[in-house]
């Protein structure tokens, strides 16, 4: 079946550094979805790319799908601390809901 | 608007015990998805369900978990016999339309931490 993988796992970085985190899947996707799940809690939707080549800004987080729509990037400038947390990136297969990646942790130290 | 009401938050089983999980979708959203999440793991889809009907269980393993959405009342995941490798968090999500093709962002609950004894 289909897979998103995700990386780095993990990243650690000093508060005010950049972050990226990067999605592949095996197969083209109709779609890619990015959630947050701060620790102990639970993921939150955060944004929704469908188009190919497709850039979405969120103040200081830049979403990209890639021209083939078989790969994703987030990347989010001067990090702060309330951006620690896990990373997810998520993709349809087939009919089947919402395939996740193992999602890359960020710590952020202040 | 409530959001997705998942109970008990933590829930402790010893082996050979049932363990029933609890969801309520978002008020108006009739898809309800129950994913399992390892520690330092990702989500692994398990069910997808509408009421009364089961779509998609192919994440599900085939023995000890099943699922139901009824007409009335919110969706249950019950674990039969339950072992030490069934400790997870339990998540379930809603959507408001089907996610065929995944379409739809989810809307997650809280999550139920099952630790089995």
């Known amino acids: 079946g289909q897979q998103v993988m995700q990386i780095p796992q993990y990243q650690h970085v000093q508060e005010g550094e950049d972050f990226t985190t990067y999605c592949n899947s095996s197969t083209t996707l109709s779609n890619i979805q990015w959630y947050k799940q701060r620790p102990g809690g639970h993921p939150v939707f955060l944004i929704q790319l469908v188009k190919s080549g497709e850039v979405k800004k969120q103040k200081r987080l830049t979403f990209q799908f890639g021209e083939a729509k078989k790969n994703s990037s987030l990347h989010i400038t001067a990090t702060q601390t309330t951006d620690v947390g896990t990373y997810f990136c998520?993709?349809?297969?087939?009919?089947?809901?919402?395939?996740f990646g193992k999602g890359t942790r960020l710590s952020v130290i202040a | 608007n409530a959001g997705v009401m998942q109970n008990p938050r933590h829930l402790v089983r010893r082996r050979g015990q049932e363990a029933r999980l609890r969801c309520s979708p978002m008020k108006g959203h009739s898809h309800v998805y129950w994913y399992r999440q390892l520690p330092e793991e990702g989500l692994k889809f398990m069910v997808y369900l509408q009421k009364e009907n089961i779509i998609d269980e192919s994440g599900m393993p085939k023995e000890r978990f099943s699922a139901e959405f009824p007409k009335e009342g919110p969706s249950i995941l019950r674990i039969q016999q339950v072992v030490r490798g069934d400790s997870a968090a339990y998540f379930c999500?809603?959507?408001?339309?089907?996610?065929?093709?995944?379409?739809?962002?989810?809307?997650f609950g809280s999550g139920t931490q099952l630790s089995v004894l």
């Open positions: 998520a993709g349809p297969s087939g009919n089947t809901p919402l395939v």
């Open positions: 999500a809603s959507s408001p339309t089907t996610t065929l093709g995944g379409n739809e962002k989810l809307f």
